[in-house]
């Protein structure tokens, strides 16, 4: 155990000089007395709340309840803004700052008089992003999750906020409903605080943290609005004091089995294809290498145990109430596909941490011996489209498709397709390959979620809900469809999918994993010869940092400078 004068934050406050001096004087200044905060744990409570952020507008609350588990504790809290990366609202799109939050969390926790942290996040990006930069920092943490809202409701429905979104506005466009239903549903989709309450992205990365061994037991499902969440919060609280005191830290944490594990949970959960590029980073900043290949090799030995939209049927509160990810944890440990000796923030082992774990319901978190499907939900591609990767969400397609040929129609970006998408004469029928370039990591910029391409209204309203759609872009975690993403390398530094013209084959196997462009060698190396790479966007500021440092999404678009291996030394504190 730690003593008072090991404390890193000793070294801003308990030593002789000058500086230690105005130090004291400015925490004075604060209104602290001395036996508040002099010889305690001090621990930043990293915020991503904002007014414009209802995934996380309930945090400002939530705060409270992480320090009065801090103080209960006999550590000394202190609650630091940062950045509030928003999927609702941010354009181009919030994964062009995830790296920017992960900087903020480094340099914060670096710079500060700080022993430990509590990560409060949820929202797709900044889960990701606080726990990039804190295993960077390697000062001991522990992530709070936002948790999700309460289910939706329109008339008889129940409502999964994105996955229904998508449904309800394919309806509109098909003429099935009309302007006074959607104004409805603009008031029933999304009914409290907290990030989607279906297996998108956001659930995805908050159980992902939580089999990473990052946050205390069964906190990733907890609904946003309920009691237990403050509970949980408080108990992020005394537990992080705990964990200074027994310097136990991100890389003694997030290791190679505990990366697998992560990435087992996500393939079972059929959770979010954004987990790929996300984990692929995270595992970087904690120098462990994971690969496209890693998902891949997982997913054949993991099956789909839990029953949730968009690729099954309940909602997140009826996952938490069947038993959470604990619960669910305890189908994989059953299955022999985790490594159960590993420390996690709560118990010495994930073995101790799922003991007396259980399943209350079948149905929503499925046995072994009838899962929801027989592979994780996420199959890695390759081929001459996508020599570095792609992935697809399969178990949210229609099984039709999983196998097809079909005329490629392209589009160069995604502004273009918005207006041109309903042209008859672009002669798309149900069997057309619809492709996206113009979308990547550089291309986008940032990746957007454009990469569930909007289908024609004529084919909506025929009936037609699913077309194989390929992009080098992302796409919300609660969409669905046969959508091939994350296409490697991008169109925008001249990967194969700058080459493809509107005519041209292309064949999906999802079995053979492959997806191929129907194109000789001798064609692509003359088209290639012609192509020419497009001019930067950005001449100055933070985008510039960002094309000049983005890395490729089969390599977890990091910055370059932050990804490398490399000492930084402690600052000074006088």
Known sequence: MKKPEELRSHQWYGTDGLRSFSHRARTRQLGYLPEEHLGKPVIAVLNTWSDINPCHVHLRDRAQAVKRGVWQAGGFPLEFPVATLSETYQKPTPMLYRNLLAMETEELLRSYPVDGAVLMGGCDKSTPA?????????????????????????????????????????DKRAGLIGDCEMAELESGLARSPGHCMTMGTASTLTAAAEALG????????????????????????????DLVREDLRPSAILTREAYEDAVATVLALGGSTNAVIHLIAMAGRSGVPLTLDD???????????????????????DFHFAGGLPGFLTRLRDAGVLHLDRPTVGHPTLREQLTGALVHDDDVIRPLDAPLAAEGGVAVLRGNLCPDGAVIKHIAA???????????????????????????????TEDSVLVLRGSGPLGGPGMPEYGMLPLPDHLLRKGVRDMVRISDARMSGTSYGACVLHVAPESHVGGPLALVRTGDLITLDVQARTLRLEVDDAELERRRARWQAPPPRYGRGYGALYQDQITQAD????????????????????
């Open 295 to 317: 998902f891949d090799r997982i997913a054949r030995t993991v099956p789909v145990l839990a029953n949730l939209r968009p690729g099954g049927r309940h909602l997140m509160e």
């Open 130 to 170: 606080l726990l990039m930069g804190a295993a960077s920092a390697d000062l001991p943490a522990v992530f709070v999750p936002a948790g999700p809202m309460l289910p939706g409701h329109w008339r008889t429905e129940v409502l999964g906020s994105g996955t229904d979104m998508w449904k309800y506005w394919d």
């Open 555 to 574: 390599t977890g678009c990091d910055f370059r400078f932050l990804a490398r291996p490399g000492e930084v030394p402690e600052p000074y504190a006088g």
């Open 398 to 428: 229609e099984p039709r498709l999983l196998e097809h040929t079909g005329p490629a129609v392209v589009f160069d970006d995604y502004r273009t397709l918005q207006r041109t998408i309903n042209d008859l004469g672009l002669g798309i």
């Open 214 to 241: 990052m946050t205390v037991p069964g906190a990733s499902s907890i609904p946003a609005v309920d009691s237990g969440h403050d509970r949980m919060a408080a108990a992020s609280g005394r537990r992080i004091v």
